[in-house]
């Protein structure tokens, strides 16, 4: 028998007209986006599907609109088609999702808590003061060993390792820069800075980490009815008390996807399915291990793939 996982993006998978199809197919899809709508009294629908973009792109925008849109989808596949995970996941801010998905947390609750998690990010670092960098075609050792070198010039750490061969690093813009040129010299095939307006993940977000554990907790936080796997440990979390640990150290601490696919594929996930905008947690899964079949769901086309593939399974 299969085992699934339903996996969540982040930041960076937005897109202007995410969602709109399943919202003109599926009430559930409408009620999910008009509850998101009401809990941050702002039309997040109206900018999911008109824009613009860069008012999407706002950190403070785009996390509860990701999200938002992730549940729309996921309540489609779970409420309307009747599909279940064994295990969640999700990257980065998608782990908000997954928490929701396993019943930890209210979805309104959710969506205010990843309104301020996104204004508190942005307003750890002044916008031009960090940033990030995707490092390509370099094993972590050697990447850690070029953040450790640059930090000289300041704060640089590595901060998500997405898969074999691609970690970002992060950190104030000289020691960047520093590590960047580290990276190539030690052999990286690809060094990116990435248009992202602060140095998430980092140590620089800790301050955004201490006012997001104030919020959450105040915030009812339940037992997860699913596993769920922490982007900080690579670990299930089993309680409240885990959760809203792992929720604020999660803003200044490394996230290890590759670590959490990997454990995930040894305890028999053979199936991935992504959930949300975009497909970029498939190809990472892909290339952490080739043996998983992934699929994603955000549209008609990509529902209907999904639900063909499952009903052959049985």
């Known amino acids: 028998m299969s085992k699934c996982a339903f996996i969540f993006p982040g930041q960076g998978s937005q897109y202007v007209g995410m969602g709109q199809e399943l919202y003109k197919n599926f009430t559930v899809c409408r009620q999910t986006l008009e509850e998101a709508d009401d809990a941050l009294n702002f039309g ?11 008012e999407l792109n706002k950190t403070a925008n785009t996390q509860p609109a990701i999200l938002a849109v992730s549940i729309a989808a996921l309540r489609v596949l779970t409420q ?9 996941a ?13 019943g930890a ?5 959710a969506i205010r808590v990843v309104r301020q998690r996104g204004q508190f990010m942005q307003e750890a670092a002044p916008i031009g003061s960090g940033g990030m960098a995707a490092v390509l075609g370099l094993d ?5 060993a070029c ?19 691609q970690v970002v690093i992060a950190g104030q813009k000289g020691a960047l820069q520093r590590a960047m040129e580290l990276c190539r010299q030690a052999g990286a095939k690809r060094v990116i800075e990435l248009a992202v307006s602060g140095p998430f993940h980092s140590s620089l977000m800790r301050p955004a980490g201490e006012r997001l554990a104030q919020v959450l907790a105040e915030v009812e936080i339940k037992d ?10 690579a670990r299930y979390v089993t309680n409240a008390g885990e959760i809203r640990d792992s929720l604020a150290k999660q803003v200044y601490g490394a996230v290890l996807w590759e670590d959490s696919i990997a454990k995930l594929a040894q305890d028999g996930i053979d199936t991935m399915v992504e959930i949300g905008p975009g497909k970029v947690l ?14 994603n769901v955000e549209d008609l086309a990509s529902l209907e793939k999904v639900l063909a593939q499952f009903k052959e399974v049985g």
């Open 44 to 54: 997040l629908t109206k900018l999911c599907f008109e824009g613009p973009a860069e």
């Open 80 to 88: 309307e088609c009747g599909l279940r995970p064994e295990a969640v």
């Open 90 to 102: 999700g990257h980065s801010l998608g782990e908000y999702s997954a928490l929701v998905a396993a």
């Open 105 to 109: 947390i209210k979805f309104a609750d």
């Open 140 to 144: 972590r050792a050697k990447v850690i």
């Open 147 to 165: 953040c450790q070198e640059a930090a000289a010039s300041g704060v640089i750490e590595p901060v998500n390792f997405n898969c074999p061969g």
């Open 224 to 233: 997860p009815q699913t596993p769920v796997m922490a982007n900080v440990s």
């Open 282 to 295: 498939c190809g990472l899964v892909k290339k952490i291990n080739k043996d998983i079949a992934t699929h």
